[in-house]
């Protein structure tokens, strides 16, 4: 799997390469990246990547011209590594779809992908019309640049690749998995059995698997029910609700 970024601040990755759990897929090859500044492709003894919007306005808009070298010269470095197709090309953009567990499990499986990451105003739009194959959204709020959102993509993507994690089914636990039927996870609780005056759960300490089981689901369920009511709704209309869940849920609204 092969990412390639085309950011004007390339040493914002660096830590993340380094750090944490996903740092042995980067460092092993199994997730290859590859950091690209357009203004190594701007002309001029300024190396220009920006200038003022037409019509007026505040800020700046990245160039078409220098974004396009540096994406050229990306698919010529991605051919000559043997890539038989295109590569996708990625905004993180306002109209992108919005990024979930379901859009990452798509890319975890996928060869990789250009990511671009915007700057100021953005980019030229007629950049964006010629090149750019999907658009993802974190949420309704906009950063300063695309790096954070790229960074969130990479580390939900890295981490869903095998033998990145310690253990090889942590993931399938997580929220919004399909394990999970796609609700939330339940409480997590570690040494010492007593904390503060405040307890494990005592279901936790049984030993028992099927009570275990059954308070996990059990949380997760108030949980959902009580934050994030929607998925519990989805996941209802889709079918995966057991009688059993529909019981636990009555006994928790009274």
């Known amino acids: 799997m092969r990412f390639d970024i085309l950011t004007l601040f390339p040493e914002l990755f660096t830590p993340f390469l ?17 950091l690209w500044n357009p203004r190594d492709h701007a002309e001029g003894n300024y190396r220009r990547v920006d200038d003022r919007p037409f019509g007026g ?16 010269a990306i698919r010529v470095a991605r051919a000559e590594a043997g890539e038989a197709e295109p590569a996708p ?3 993180f953009s306002p109209i992108g779809t919005t990024l979930t567990h379901s859009v990452v499990a798509q890319w975890s ?16 739009q007629r950049f964006i019309d010629a090149n750019v194959t999907h658009q993802i ?6 950063l300063s640049g695309g790096e954070l959102a790229a960074l969130v993509l990479l580390d939900a993507i890295t981490r869903l690749q095998p033998g990145v994690l310690n253990d090889a089914g942590s993931f399938q636990q997580d929220s919004f998995n399909p394990a999970l039927d796609g609700l939330l996870d339940c409480p997590h609780y570690t040494r010492p059995e007593v904390w503060q005056g405040r ?3 005592s279901p936790l300490l049984s030993g028992h698997h099927a009570q275990i089981a059954e308070w996990r689901r059990t949380q997760s369920l108030a949980l959902t029910a009580q934050h994030r009511p929607e ?24």
């Open 109 to 124: 499986e996928s060869p990789g992908a250009i990511l671009l990451c915007g700057r100021y105003e953005g980019m030229d």
């Open 199 to 201: 307890s494990v759960p």
């Open 57 to 72: 306005g505040p800020g700046m808009v990245m160039m078409a011209e220098p974004l396009q070298r540096c994406l050229d």
């Open 18 to 34: 380094e750090s944490g759990v996903t740092r042995r897929a980067y460092s092993s090859g199994q997730v290859q990246m590859h």
């Open 137 to 142: 959204s974190l949420g309704d709020f906009v």
């Open 89 to 91: 090309v990625v905004l």
């Open 231 to 254: 998925l519990l709704e989805r996941a209802r209309a889709q079918g995966l609700l057991t009688v059993r869940d529909e019981h636990l849920l009555k006994t928790l609204e009274k």
